[in-house]
Nanobody
Framework: QVQLEESGGGSAQAGGSLKLSCTAS????????MGWFRQAPGNEREFVAA??????TTTYSDGAKGRFTISRVKDTVTLQMNSLKPADTAVYYC????????????????WGQGTQVTVSS
């Protein structure tokens, strides 16, 4: 099993920054890519960014590229969000995958509770 504990989030003005962190624990953490997803009210959950098990490979959604940076130190993953927009307002979820890196058939098996990010204009 894998447990994911998120921290960070909160409120920011448009153009501001926030940082999210997620720490994984449990007996099945090893060898898993980790990532962040988000869900805004009325929308489906969407992919934001992911990092491979060793931290060498990162993947971003088009909306996150150039503004968000995902990084990883062992079992803690950080999402640094800059140049925030009101459209970034959502609940952000940390997730752990069933693969070492993100590939076409990666399945996201474990999820955190979510943390709210609110960006005001």
């Amino acid at each position: 099993q894998v447990q994911l504990e998120e921290s960070g989030g909160g409120s920011a003005q448009a153009g501001g920054s926030l940082k999210l962190s997620c720490t994984a624990s449990g007996n099945a953490v090893s060898g898993r890519a980790m990532g962040w997803f988000r869900q805004a009210p009325g929308n489906e959950r969407e992919f934001v960014a992911a990092v491979s098990w060793g931290g060498a490979t990162t993947t971003y959604s088009d909306g996150a590229k150039g503004r968000f940076t995902i990084s990883r130190v062992k079992d803690t993953v950080t999402l640094q969000m800059n140049s925030l927009k009101p459209a970034d307002t959502a609940v952000y979820y940390c997730s752990a995958a069933d693969t070492v890196a993100v590939v076409s058939n990666t399945q996201w098996y474990y999820w955190g509770q979510g943390t709210q990010v609110t960006v005001s204009s």
